[in-house]
């Protein structure tokens, strides 16, 4: 199932990063700000349970999650998208999944995971800012399942349709939440219209 978010904050913030222009220090600001918005409405259906707590002047009823919460980046540019998780959940675990596009055949390549052993009873947001292919992205929730993740959402700040398709068909149980659909992937399998390269306008490489 696939989620536009639509908030003209979003727009805007989405406008900046996608300009040429933008030098990394703001891109990189404006991806938090971005992941941020994203990360609200990802988190909007968590379950929460009540419980009994005493303000200072009386008791009354409170609410605490019931799931713990794995954030899970696809390095490197999705190291962009975490403290838009964390500054919500700041309790939350945080998992590496390293993952590159070889530029040749375009499939994804595993190169470093390290993820919390919790991974089986959380909601797992796996949250990469460009869904392309689609490739990173499917390898990464496989991943994640072999571990023994069942309950994952996969956050993005642009995605193809093509990527959201070979989602739909290879892990249809996962929901994908993105701020934009963009038109389409060009020869190169780029985004467009897109942002460029994520993790290099991020990190100024």
Avoid: W
Avoid at 89 to 99: I, K, Q, S, W
Avoid at 120 to 146: C, I, N, Q
Avoid at 182 to 195: H, S, V
């Amino acid at each position: 199932m696939l989620t536009v978010v639509d908030h003209p904050l979003l727009k805007r913030d989405l406008t900046i990063l996608r300009d040429r222009r933008t030098p990394h220090g703001l891109f990189r600001r404006k991806m938090g700000d971005v992941a941020s918005i994203l990360a609200y409405e990802a988190l909007r259906d968590l379950e929460v349970d009540e419980e009994a707590i005493d303000t200072p002047l009386e008791p009354t009823t409170g609410f605490r999650l019931v799931k713990e919460i794995v954030v899970v980046p696809v390095l490197r540019a999705g190291l962009g998208m975490v403290d838009g998780f964390v500054r919500f959940v700041p309790e939350a675990r945080v998992g590496h999944l390293g993952m590159y596009r070889d530029e040749q055949t375009h499939s994804p390549v595993d190169y470093y995971a390290n993820i919390p052993k919790q991974i089986g009873e959380a909601r797992v947001f796996v949250v990469d800012p460009m869904l392309a292919t689609g490739g990173s992205a499917a390898g990464a929730l496989s991943h994640l399942k072999r571990q023994g993740a069942v309950d994952l959402v996969f956050v993005c700040l642009v995605a193809a349709p093509e990527g959201v398709k070979r989602l739909e068909e290879t892990h249809a149980d996962v929901p994908v939440i993105t701020a934009a659909l963009d038109r389409e992937l060009d020869a190169d399998a780029y985004i467009r219209p897109g942002l460029g390269d994520a993790g290099d306008r991020i990190f100024g490489t």
